[in-house]
């Protein structure tokens, strides 16, 4: 399982290899785009899990009021430093700091993916509680169920933890939670000399 502390100090402790290596993988570009061109503007958009704030922040605060929300208070404080403009909230995302129906769009990418597997229903509860209805969720997953753990991420010492659900199972928790899904995209690429693939996610709460 993952212990929350272990993460939170793993991304402490990686200010700038993390941020170094994140803007090298451009994948998710088009693919934000896209989803940013469904959504009506102005619009107040959170980013779950914002870390740096490259790009998602940064692409968001040309255009929507942009929240970014991490667990690591040094990711902020970094994110602070590159997206002044935004407002930078720290917490878990089993309780997102926001009164109800106060968004209308999230995105998460590469952050459920540190959550315990118990507490990702919890989560995706709580982006609809903070969703307005008919707001937008945009999520990356794995294609299938893995937990591991690194004791040397980004060759930093650092250990770093993951319990990803599978992309099935966060289909089914989303729509549980009130959510239809309207898009998905899948990628493949290397980060930090490791193959990955990913499936993204998108949705609309029910009115």
């Known amino acids: 399982m993952v212990d929350r502390n272990t993460v939170r100090r793993g991304y402490d ?26 959504i ?6 959170l980013d779950v899990g914002c870390g740096p704030g490259v790009p998602v922040l940064r692409r968001l605060s040309a255009e929507a009021t942009a929240l970014g929300f991490d667990l690591s208070r040094e990711q902020l404080n970094l994110a602070a430093a590159n997206v002044p403009e935004a407002v930078h909230l720290q917490g878990e995302m089993t309780s997102v700091p926001l009164r109800d129906d106060t968004c209308d769009a999230i995105t998460a990418f590469h952050s459920l993916i540190h959550v315990p597997l118990e507490d990702h229903g919890t989560v995706i509860d709580e982006f609809a509680r903070v969703l307005r209805p008919g707001g937008r ?14 004791p040397d991420w980004l060759e930093r010492g650092v250990e770093m933890q993951w319990n990803i659900a599978g992309v099935d199972a966060t289909r089914d928790q989303l729509r549980d939670a009130g959510f239809t899904i309207t898009d998905e995209w899948g990628t493949d690429g290397t980060f930090a000399d490791n193959d990955e693939r990913w499936i993204f996610i998108a949705a609309t709460l029910e009115a």
């Open 13 to 38: 402790e990686l200010i700038g290899a993390y941020d170094a290596e994140r803007a090298e993988d451009d994948r998710g570009k088009a693919i934000l785009d896209d989803f940013f061109d469904s």
């Open 137 to 150: 969720v945009l999520l990356s997953e794995g294609p299938e169920e893995w937990c591991g753990t690194n």
């Open 40 to 45: 009506e503007t102005p619009a107040r958009i």
